[in-house]
């Protein structure tokens, strides 16, 4: 079985992701994931990408999705293109993907995320834990190939299908559609999966929990500079972790 960390990098306008970002992360995983794996960006983006990162053009399905918003306003991240992924083209990818946002930090070993079984398997943030099942786009797995249903739908009419997922009451982009369509028909990583997000409180922790696996930083503030003094000791490893 061929798995593949695969993360998307397309200009926001308003946050600034280079691929200096992508190769910390590549590097990061290859060091929390000693086993055979690909490490795929997804991306149009011209620059240094590091040899440890396989980059991938954005193919013109996904590309075309990028007029789309969300509909929280136009600074909300509208991450549809990501939804690509459960498309019979993404097959190209691996048997298996593990889906990553760029910007998050990885602090604990992967393996054990690997072994929930499913053709796709979600993330549900600890602040929202005991609410109803709601997926965070920043971490997910799928078994390419396996979903299409998923994307024809989408893509038959994206704009009616964002309409009435916000009608109703779910939120973001990519991670609204998934919330709504498949988190009550798939598996969900248990709450002490060890991936966290800013919004539980990380910028007051002066270390990540035991646990940790993956520290998410949503919103503006990223860990790549951000002050406390634990992420200054992860910077020297990231910087080492670029040239080697």
């Known amino acids: 079985m061929i798995r593949s960390y695969v993360t998307f990098l397309w200009r926001t306008g308003f946050r600034d992701y280079r691929p200096e970002h992508v190769n ?8 929390f994931d000693k086993e055979p794996h690909r490490f795929i960006c997804i991306t149009d983006e011209k620059g240094d990408f590091s040899p440890a990162v396989e980059v991938m053009p954005m193919p013109k399905a996904a590309k ?13 991240p509208a991450c549809y293109r990501r939804l690509w992924c459960f498309s019979e083209e993404a097959k190209v990818l691996g048997d ?8 998050a930090m990885i602090v604990g070993d992967l393996l054990p995320l690997w072994e929930t079984e499913g053709d796709f398997v979600g993330w549900r943030p600890t602040r ?5 099942k709601r997926i965070g ?14 994307w024809d739908a989408f893509m038959a009419d994206p ?3 964002i309409d009435e997922t916000r009608a109703i009451g779910w939120n973001g982009s990519d991670q609204a559609l998934m919330s709504r369509f498949l988190a009550h028909k798939y598996p969900l990583w248990p709450q ?11 910028f007051e922790w002066d270390l990540p929990p035991k646990d940790a696996r993956i520290v998410h930083y949503n919103g503006d503030e990223k860990y790549w500079n951000c002050p406390k003094l634990w992420m ?7 910087k080492t972790a670029i040239v080697n």
């Open 128 to 132: 929202i834990w005991g609410k109803e």
């Open 192 to 202: 002490q999966c060890g991936i966290y997000s800013s919004q539980d409180g990380v």
């Open 232 to 238: 200054v000791a992860y910077t020297n490893f990231f």
């Open 96 to 103: 298996r993907i593990m889906v990553l946002d760029f910007d």
């Open 64 to 76: 075309a999705l990028s007029h789309l918003q969300a509909p929280q306003g136009r600074d909300f």
């Open 137 to 150: 786009g920043g971490t997910w797995i799928h078994n390419p190939g396996t979903i299409t249903g998923f």
């Open 159 to 161: 704009q009616r299908m």
């Open 24 to 31: 910390i992360l590549a590097h990061a995983v290859r060091h």
